[in-house]
């Protein structure tokens, strides 16, 4: 593999940032000598997350605050190409998450291409780094550019077209994904960047979205864009606490296991949907509308008619009139694993802000104008999307209430390989 | 004034959330029952950055590492229109910096109109609210709409077009400007989209951006996202330490004095402009090239030749060939205030990424594709832009050799008032 910068990247073990350089530099001028002074940080233990594992981090790990998801165009045009870009990208992403700088800072400036620099001196925040690989790594335009066709997993689908899709190509698709998540919004752009960079001429940028999280306590679900608690009823053992309406731990919901492929086991495939929401809308409408069309009350995020957020849905309850509290088109309701034959996924999504951009809207009064383009960027994890996504969305594109102040605006499913043992890359063995 | 909210409004003294509601609500159903558990959260003293006071919040401050910047089109048919939105912004955003919502939640869920929540149980991460006057809120194609056009400061003038100017309308000037900030970009982001609901039918967005720092050590200078330390020559008091190419004090840079109206003493003008970088082009050039056009060392921060980030420029030193060692066309020399007869500004830029789009790029060689979106939003505060940004940037918009890597695509020039006492709105004494 011809890597453009693979001239001036060392080891994967080699960790130290450039530190005083002594005699070796004496005769470079005073330039050089002042460059000398680099910062020098490892990140404390408490703020890096593993990189190497059974599992990719970034899926189980505690969610942080922000989000770079980017997915990439292959353009590698053969298998040596492809897998030695991905022994880049897995020793740079190694060294990202533990605190270190992509590649060496090195110590000749005139060679381009050490670390950008412009997370130096900062901690990692909890950085992960997550890889998914698409349908087109596979097969693309019916051409095997890899000799992976055979690899390809049945639940790798194409996801079908959902009813109210207004996906825009520029934001959907992608042969390859690299989500970069941290509590600093640089550590998480810098992983993403760096990782570009060191596949220039073999992968590039589709489309990127950035997200983030309300800074809120972590024993407490977070609230989106709409002012609800979203991901109350996530498998079990991804909670402060379970709920009656979650029957299934995160372990059997999450992680391939012996159904897949070898270089699947311990890995996931994810969704990821860009949902743009009519803020103003939204803004426009009653507590009480909302509540019914969420089936939770707002404030406490309660089934409606309870007390408290943990409190099971109850959806076989009726009112005076007969009627079911939780309306039949109700968000809680379509989502609930009992309507939808036990189906979960793992919802791990950022809520997302895009700004102010012209756009013609459907809600009546129709209209059009200066909108929010913000919303959620909605990613969730499952052992097979056919049994997850696609089964519970499926229906919910169709009824659910909220649709009418939602537009899915980007898609893509990626597998997410099983974990990386030291001295692999992400995926090694969908290629042996 | 007839706000759609103004009825359901309460004083801007009352701040306690809707706490147990008990007996007054025992009629209403489960539902409201339910909706009374209620979080109820007053921000912890040191999470909360004050809103009254000789100066407005978000120019002195301690720069937070979210920002949501907003420019408003100003709708209001009349004066008291005009200053009964102000007064509903003065009221809500000292709430909201003071870690309470913008309205009162109520009691009614039938009620539209209370803060829509998804800030709720958050702290404000320091949230500062900034607003600003444009140019149009005095005089718009000619007309005085509001009787202001005699207050129109001198200093607050329509900015020249700049060698270079990309703008692009949607992105550029305002009537009003808000700007918050805060270490939660749901704080942020919350506060802006709370006021601009207070003012439908009064005000409408014309252009937005949010904005990120790294979670850099307080005392270290931010990287931007050409990797380089960014501020360091701020003026004195701005930063941990004083820099000899600094020559003036922070008060004496920042604040309208004597010289101003009475409703901009204490006050400050700010200049934003949304500068596009081409990453893609920075990431490919050596670190050398890249600190001679900066003409400072990248990772130590010191001027080309020195060891500290903060020693002095030395902008007459020459090498063995007689040429100056800091470039002549160098980013430093060109914004040092000895090149400027001594014009200082205070810098307080935040990184910015929109993602990635389709553009077309100028520099060698040509080419267009998907490419990012992101890099400076630049804010920068001074007691008049005449002799500040427009007399600095006039000079580096044709010369600074950083310039083939940066297109300005927005931009903005806002008189933000001078602090706020309990009981008055921002900016009122222009009104008297």
Redesign the interface.
């Known amino acids: 593999m011809s890597c453009p910068f693979s001239g001036s990247r060392t080891g994967p073990t080699r960790r130290g940032l450039?530190v005083g350089a002594g005699g070796a530099l004496a005769s470079v001028g005073?330039?050089a000598?002042?460059?000398a002074?680099?910062?020098a940080a490892q990140a404390p233990a408490a703020l890096s997350e593993p990189f190497f594992g059974r599992h990719q981090g970034g899926i189980a790990t505690r969610q942080q605050?922000?989000s770079?998801f980017?997915a990439f165009d292959c353009l590698a045009k053969t298998r040596d190409d492809l897998t030695g870009m991905l022994q880049l990208w897995t020793t740079a992403a190694a060294r990202l998450c533990a605190g270190d700088t992509a590649r060496d800072?090195g110590q000749d400036?005139?060679?381009?291409g050490?670390d950008?620099?412009?997370?130096?001196?900062?901690?990692p925040?909890r950085l992960t780094i997550t890889f998914g690989f698409g349908p087109g790594l596979f097969v693309k335009d019916g051409v095997d550019r890899y000799g992976l066709a055979a690899r390809r997993p049945p639940a790798l689908i194409d996801l079908p077209k959902f009813n109210g899709d207004q996906l825009e190509a520029?934001l959907t698709g992608g042969d390859l994904s690299v989500q970069a998540c941290s509590?600093?919004?640089?550590?998480a752009?810098h992983a993403v960047?760096e990782l570009a960079?060191l596949s220039y001429g073999f992968a590039?940028?589709?489309?990127?979205?950035?997200g983030?999280?309300?800074?809120?306590?972590a024993a407490?679900t977070a609230?989106?864009?709409?002012?609800?608690k979203d991901g109350t009823n996530n498998p079990r053992g991804s909670a402060t606490s379970p709920t009656p309406d979650s029957p299934r731990n995160f372990e059997e919901v999450v992680w391939v296991d012996e159904e897949g492929p070898d270089w699947m086991r311990g890995g996931s495939y994810v969704v990821a949907r860009r949902i743009r929401i009519s803020?103003e809308h939204?803004?426009?409408?009653?507590?009480?509308f909302q509540?019914q069309v969420v089936g939770r009350?707002?404030?406490?995020g309660?089934p409606?008619?309870?007390?408290?957020e943990r409190d099971s849905l109850g959806l076989d309850r009726l009112d005076g009139d007969g009627n079911p509290l939780i309306a039949d088109n109700a968000h809680v309701r379509l989502g609930a694993a009992a309507t939808n034959a036990g189906a979960q996924i793992f919802r791990r999504p950022y809520?997302y802000?895009?700004?102010?951009r012209?756009t013609a809207e459907r809600w009546p009064p129709w209209r059009q104008?200066?909108?929010?383009d913000?919303g959620l960027f909605f990613l969730c994890y499952q052992r097979d999307p056919r049994e997850g996504f696609v089964k519970i969305y499926e229906n919910m594109a169709k009824l659910d209430a909220l649709n009418q102040f939602t537009t899915h605006t980007g898609s893509g499913l990626f597998a997410c390989p099983g974990g990386i043992g030291e001295g692999e890359f992400v995926g090694q063995k969908a290629f042996m």
Chains 1, 2 share one sequence.
Do not use: C
Request: charged content about 20%.
């Open positions: 450039l005073a330039g000598l002042a460059r002074a680099t910062p605050t922000h770079y980017a800072l400036p005139s060679v381009e050490p950008g620099g412009s997370a130096l001196g900062l901690s925040s520029q509590d600093d919004p640089m550590a752009f960047r960079r590039q940028f589709r489309w990127a979205q950035q983030f999280l309300p800074d809120a306590p407490e609230r989106n864009l709409m002012g609800f803020l939204w803004d426009r409408t009653e507590v009480d509540e009350h707002k404030y406490s309660a409606i008619g309870k007390a408290n809520s802000n895009d700004g102010i012209f104008g200066m909108m929010y913000a």
